[in-house]
């Protein structure tokens, strides 16, 4: 079982959709949580992080279920800009409580939003 | 600009020659990473360094190595490149010290083939 599944879509959603994406990770030790986008043949960046009280950043809310080991992203109202690939991302703590930021990449979930 | 800065941006290689991918950042980040995305296997990490002087494996090291050569600079050298290492790859960094940007920049990556 992969360490961070996701749903790999495509979605493909018309503009003003309301659209959700799931991501399930398999270590209990998972720390930190994040959405990150990547554009097509482009770097991914970080889109928001994931807390245990969930988090809103305009358009988009993200929450996190720690006892299902579940993360979700919503984004209300779609835009054309919102074309892009979603990729579901953890943070482990290693030995001794250090993590050195070594993140575990889902593979992403294809959005496309239509006219 | 500050950020992440990777060279080069394309190369192609023949099997068995050998060549260094560099990185440098400028936002005084303690870690660095290497990252290698193919279609439908997401982000994989290949080494990181954590700090100025140390470097580790990642999930798929071999074939790599790399070079902390001082805090702005870590490069992944490929010693005799096969087409199994046809990938695009990615730097980043990441300060462990609570920063801001809480999560990683990413450079623009470098598209390599290997034929």
């Known amino acids: 079982r992969k360490e961070v599944e996701q749903d790999p879509g495509p979605f493909n959603v018309p503009e003003g959709a309301t659209v959700a994406f799931n991501c399930t990770y398999s270590n209990s030790a998972s720390q930190s949580f994040f959405w990150y986008r990547q554009d097509c043949r482009k770097e991914p960046k970080l889109l928001m992080s994931?807390?245990?009280s969930g988090n809103e950043d305009g358009r988009f809310t993200a929450q996190l279920n720690r006892a299902s080991q579940y993360i979700s992203l919503l984004i209300r109202d779609s835009k054309l800009s919102d074309s892009a690939t979603y990729l579901c991302?953890?943070?482990?703590?290693?030995?001794?409580?250090?993590?050195?930021?070594?993140?575990?990449f889902g593979q992403g979930t294809i959005l496309t939003v239509h006219p | 600009n500050a950020g992440v800065t990777q060279t080069p941006k394309f190369q192609v290689l023949k099997t068995g020659q050998s060549m260094t991918l560099q990185c440098a950042q400028d936002?005084?980040?303690?870690?660095m990473y290497w990252y290698r995305q193919d279609p439908g296997m997401g982000l994989r990490l290949i080494y990181y360094?954590?700090?100025?002087?140390?470097?580790d494996k990642g999930e798929v090291p071999n074939g790599y190595n790399v070079s902390r050569l001082n805090k702005r600079e870590f490069s992944l050298r490929l010693e005799s490149a096969a087409p199994s290492q046809t990938s695009v790859y990615f730097c980043?960094?990441?300060?462990?010290?609570?920063?801001?940007?809480?999560?990683?920049?990413f450079g623009s990556g470098t598209r390599l083939t290997v034929v």
């Open positions: 980043a960094s990441w300060s462990v010290f609570g920063a801001a940007n809480y999560g990683y920049t």
């Open positions: 936002m005084n980040h303690n870690s």
């Open positions: 991302v953890v943070n482990k703590r290693g030995a001794g409580g250090t993590s050195y930021g070594k993140l575990t």
């Open positions: 360094s954590a700090s100025e002087g140390t470097t």
């Open positions: 994931v807390y245990s």
